[in-house]
């Protein structure tokens, strides 16, 4: 691991301290999860985007979705 600095608002410094208290974690393992969580929301949130587009520049051609409806098979409730 390396250590890096950064600043914060006194404000979001008590917030993160307190949190780290609840969730009983030091500080940097608090944003480190922190951190985990947010680029992965991002990496989906990218491709979630691209899929909009691809989807946006290759439709889905009406004869293709209902030679799948005919093989597909779906779960009994």
């Known amino acids: 691991m390396e250590t890096i600095q950064i600043v914060l608002s006194s404000t979001l410094l008590r917030a ?23 680029l992965k929301r991002l990496e989906t949130r990218d491709l979630e985007a691209r899929d909009r587009l691809g989807h946006e520049e290759h439709p889905d051609v009406p004869i293709e979705a209902a030679d799948w409806e005919q093989v597909v098979t779906w779960p009994e409730r």
């Open 16 to 38: 993160t301290n307190g949190a780290a208290r609840r969730a009983r974690v030091n500080r940097s393992a608090l944003v480190r999860e922190a951190l985990r969580e947010y």
